[in-house]
């Protein structure tokens, strides 16, 4: 199948890094972060060729799939203790993802897997199918759709809404707070104090909201069967001495929609754009798209993604001094208590492990295991999660006359941070 639009140009990067962190450790870091945002695969060559496991001051950033294998199942050493200090405060307690190898992880993790069931795809396709659908038909006779504002982000505060159980005051509320959360969890680099503020203010709203809705569901009755996620959480009767409580059912219920909302909106941006890239990718595509086995759509959209992975690096600390990559030629020392990127969208780049990697193939093994991370914290929503990015965009290609339009209007628009706003797409056969 077609090869890659390729980005893959500059090189150098490794010289240009050591020159510029000799002269002032922060330059070089600067232009990493740069070049990790704008330059990541032609840097991620470059580094797994020369440097696979690259020591700054700040951090180490691993490149080679073997290595962020390790980094991301050793839970052990490299953990998720940086996570703790921006989500916990922001909803009142301790979540899944914050902690390693306790039993609230042990056990609430067991427990969300349970009522986030495989078996509930089919109901999740459904409901974003016909969300979908409804925003389509409006935005056909304009001839293009903001792919973001009409189209992924209703599609997913629908889902949280109709199928975790989570509508907030209204959608725009709820996706505000899901954004200054997640923009403290994870954008936050510079530790911007007006940022972690609007990340407390909006957790006190959400969490202050959730209790309300669960006191109100209470007082009715909680749902009758096959209702949300958040009744069935209501409903789960659990011994005394595992803690299981009202607050741990409203954090759990507001680790749905932190998991989710910024995750698929930015993850359908992305595969979208790359298969629009790609004339012969999205005719095969939307060949696939019409088939009721939604099998070989699947691979087209984990292949889009891995071409342009919303979340290119994940972030652990390492808790004691480790050796990483022992005894290959990449081994190398990684200091107690400094952050490790994990890079897996260079790991998925990594022709030792993958085939061709450089071609849009449609026959590789599944690669949800990568965007949904991977190791003890591996997502645990990742089959409604994967059925809506792959529902909501099979009805975007499903549409005739789908296609990019020309910068500046058809760019991916961010107006603050890494989170897509705006994406303006051509539908049907006007001049969109
Ligand atoms: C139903 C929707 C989703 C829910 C409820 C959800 C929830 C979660 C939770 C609670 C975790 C932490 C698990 C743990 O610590 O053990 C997690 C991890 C993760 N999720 Fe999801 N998620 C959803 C959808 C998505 C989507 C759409 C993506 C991106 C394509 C995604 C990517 C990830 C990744 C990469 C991790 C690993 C994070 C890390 O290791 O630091 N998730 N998810």
């Given at each position: 199948m077609g090869d890659a639009p390729q980005h893959l140009t500059a090189g150098g990067y490794l010289d240009r890094y050591e020159t510029a962190a000799e002269r002032d450790p922060l330059q070089g870091l600067g232009?990493?972060?740069?070049?990790?945002?704008?330059?990541?695969?032609?840097?991620?060559?470059?580094?797994?060729?020369?440097?696979?496991?690259?020591?700054?001051?700040?951090?180490?950033?691993?490149?080679?799939?073997?290595?962020?294998?390790?980094?991301?199942?050793?839970?052990?050493?490299?953990?998720?203790?940086?996570?703790?200090?921006?989500?916990?405060?922001?909803?009142?307690?301790?979540?899944?993802?914050?902690?390693?190898?306790?039993?609230l992880n042990w056990r609430e993790k067991g427990l969300m897997q349970v009522m986030l069931p495989p078996e509930d795809v089919p109901r999740v396709r459904a409901l974003v199918a016909r969300t979908a659908d409804r925003a389509l038909d409006a935005a056909v006779p304009r001839g293009r759709i903001d792919a973001v504002g009409e189209l992924f982000r209703p599609v997913c505060t629908t889902v949280c809404a109709e199928y975790f159980g989570l509508s907030g005051p209204d959608p725009g509320t709820l996706a505000r707070w899901s954004r200054a959360i997640m923009t403290d969890a994870t954008a936050n680099l510079v530790d911007d104090p007006a940022i972690h503020a609007a990340s407390l203010a909006a957790g006190r709203q959400m969490m202050d909201h959730l209790r309300g809705e669960l006191d109100g569901r209470r007082a009715e009755g909680t749902a009758a069967p096959g209702g949300d996620v958040f009744a069935r959480l209501l409903r789960t009767v659990l011994p005394d001495e595992l803690a299981w409580d009202d607050d741990r059912i409203t954090i759990n219920v507001a680790g749905l929609l932190l998991g989710f909302l910024e995750n698929g909106v930015g993850s359908m941006t992305h595969l979208v754009r790359q298969l629009l890239l790609r004339p012969e990718v999205l005719r095969t595509a939307v060949l696939a798209a019409s088939d009721r086995d939604t099998a070989e759509f699947d691979r087209h959209v984990w292949e889009a993604l891995r071409f342009d992975p919303f979340l290119k690096v994940i972030i652990r600390v390492c808790a004691r001094e480790y050796v990483l990559a022992a005894g290959t030629p990449r081994e190398t020392l990684v200091p107690a208590g400094t952050p490790v990127l994990a890079a897996v969208a260079s790991a998925m780049f990594d022709e030792t492990a993958v085939p061709e990697p450089d071609r849009f193939r449609t026959d590789r093994p599944p690669h949800p295991g990568w965007h949904f991370g991977h190791g003890p914290h591996a997502c645990v929503g990742v089959h409604p999660g994967a059925a809506v990015i792959s529902e909501a965009v099979r009805r975007l290609v499903l549409r005739p006359g789908l296609r990019l339009l020309d910068p500046p209007e058809g760019a991916v628009v961010r107006d603050r941070d890494v989170f897509p706003d705006r994406f303006w797409l051509g539908l049907g056969d006007g001049e969109g």
């Amino acid at each position: 199948m077609g090869d890659a639009p390729q980005h893959l140009t500059a090189g150098g990067y490794l010289d240009r890094y050591e020159t510029a962190a000799e002269r002032d450790p922060l330059q070089g870091l600067g232009l990493l972060a740069g070049w990790l945002r704008a330059e990541w695969r032609s840097l991620f060559a470059e580094l797994r060729a020369r440097r696979p496991i690259l020591r700054t001051p700040a951090f180490t950033l691993v490149t080679r799939f073997p290595d962020v294998a390790e980094v991301l199942q050793n839970g052990d050493v490299f953990t998720v203790s940086g996570y703790a200090s921006r989500l916990e405060p922001a909803v009142g307690g301790p979540v899944m993802l914050t902690r390693d190898g306790t039993s609230l992880n042990w056990r609430e993790k067991g427990l969300m897997q349970v009522m986030l069931p495989p078996e509930d795809v089919p109901r999740v396709r459904a409901l974003v199918a016909r969300t979908a659908d409804r925003a389509l038909d409006a935005a056909v006779p304009r001839g293009r759709i903001d792919a973001v504002g009409e189209l992924f982000r209703p599609v997913c505060t629908t889902v949280c809404a109709e199928y975790f159980g989570l509508s907030g005051p209204d959608p725009g509320t709820l996706a505000r707070w899901s954004r200054a959360i997640m923009t403290d969890a994870t954008a936050n680099l510079v530790d911007d104090p007006a940022i972690h503020a609007a990340s407390l203010a909006a957790g006190r709203q959400m969490m202050d909201h959730l209790r309300g809705e669960l006191d109100g569901r209470r007082a009715e009755g909680t749902a009758a069967p096959g209702g949300d996620v958040f009744a069935r959480l209501l409903r789960t009767v659990l011994p005394d001495e595992l803690a299981w409580d009202d607050d741990r059912i409203t954090i759990n219920v507001a680790g749905l929609l932190l998991g989710f909302l910024e995750n698929g909106v930015g993850s359908m941006t992305h595969l979208v754009r790359q298969l629009l890239l790609r004339p012969e990718v999205l005719r095969t595509a939307v060949l696939a798209a019409s088939d009721r086995d939604t099998a070989e759509f699947d691979r087209h959209v984990w292949e889009a993604l891995r071409f342009d992975p919303f979340l290119k690096v994940i972030i652990r600390v390492c808790a004691r001094e480790y050796v990483l990559a022992a005894g290959t030629p990449r081994e190398t020392l990684v200091p107690a208590g400094t952050p490790v990127l994990a890079a897996v969208a260079s790991a998925m780049f990594d022709e030792t492990a993958v085939p061709e990697p450089d071609r849009f193939r449609t026959d590789r093994p599944p690669h949800p295991g990568w965007h949904f991370g991977h190791g003890p914290h591996a997502c645990v929503g990742v089959h409604p999660g994967a059925a809506v990015i792959s529902e909501a965009v099979r009805r975007l290609v499903l549409r005739p006359g789908l296609r990019l339009l020309d910068p500046p209007e058809g760019a991916v628009v961010r107006d603050r941070d890494v989170f897509p706003d705006r994406f303006w797409l051509g539908l049907g056969d006007g001049e969109g």
